[in-house]
């Protein structure tokens, strides 16, 4: 793989990707960037299905008679023996050109940390219902003799039918030690970290559990576990000193049971840290009843809610913009189609609107033939069921459309066309209908010469 991303993007650029990895599986979309890699949806070209790449670019340089390389198998293999609809499948694993790659199932749905930088907190059936979904991946996982060693909110996969999926399991055992020592970088996000790892001890089970219990924490208050800061000084500080603030006798409105679970597993000490399954079980069970249909309704509603939010924007764009801040047309989806994801220090989980410049970028390099291209990719998406994913692609292809090559380009008319069609599937009928009605209008306008 390639040097580090381009700066100046949303989350930074991610590296250029080979055509195809392993002679089988070919990058189609970025998806994210996390502390050990960056993951694409790619195409498995012998099977013929979509999966999630993940290329553990902080591990790059393994070969394959390395400790490192020994190890990764292990880890690899003992991911791959965790059967439980809880937890992200892991397909495939290997080398390419010296960088592990991960191959494993796409979800599609939202993050728990989108859920709640939208929703805030959450009801107590939902909360009791991703907290169980959390707690049976963990048992299985141990079970397996798997520690995830990185639980939190970006890591709790919510689908549209309601399911709750850990991803990333392993992830900070198979890179770790290695990310370490070539960036000298925590592993693990402090917000959601046990303090033992902090303190440099190798995490166990005791930590997984901590990292279910921030999640309550966010999930119950919609707050950070440590308040809004992105200092990471200052989370450690609060959580080694007094540690997370405990919900019993604060919050009257959640549950006792609940308080005292939330916060028996956010003890700094592991060992009086709450970790017994059933018990974790038998207090969330009772609460759970209604919350997979209550799960699903938010999930949905997230996702009408962006596909609206996208369906009017118009931006302000320059006239000109300079040649030297082009864009390769393989990173437009990666840094345009999807929102930056960093946040901000009073909002760390928002998804912050595109920055200027690479508005700029993308407006400046947009032709007709690449709108038509990306609009075809979109109705590609809505033929396949895939409207969340999109409706994001045509919030960026129409704005771009409306301003490139007019309000009544026949590709801008169909981009705002397939927009309406997943609005509509997405339950928005009221901006869906509107938006129908101006393309109807546009249409008699370019045929008839006036409005209707």
Known sequence: MGGPGREGLPGGAPPSVPV??????????????????VVHEAEDTRLDRRVALKMLTTVEGLT??????????REARALARIDHPGVVTL?????????????????????LADLASSAGPLPTTVVCTVALGIA????????????????????????RNGRVVLQDFGLARLAGEAAITRTGAIVGTPQFMAPEAMRGALPERAADWYGLGTCLYLMITGELPFGPTVDYGAIIHRALGDGVPPLSGRRPDCPPDLCRLVDDLCRQDPALRRQDPESIRETLLPLSYGGTERLVDLVTDRARDGAVRGAWAIPDVPESVSRAEEMPEYLWDEAAALPDRRGTATDPFRPATLSDTTRRIVLGTMTPQSALARQREAVNLVLRGRLEEAAQMLSVVVPVCLTTLGPDHPTTLTSQYWHAVCLA?????????ELFSSVNRRVARRTDGHDD
């Open 425 to 433: 599937r997405l339950d928005a009928g009221r901006p869906a209908l």
């Open 20 to 37: 195809l990895v392993a002679g089988r599986y070919r990058p189609v979309r970025f998806l994210g960037r996390g502390g050990m890699g």
């Open 136 to 159: 049976e991946a963990l048992e299985a996982a141990h079970t397996a003799g798997v520690l995830h060693r990185d639980v939190k909110p970006t890591n709790v996969g919510l689908t």
């Open 64 to 73: 394959g008679d390395s400790e490192a390389w020994d190890r990764f198998q």
């Open 91 to 111: 397909y495939d694993s290997g080398v390419h050109d010296g960088t592990p790659y991960l191959v494993m199932q796409v979800l599609d749905g939202t993050t």
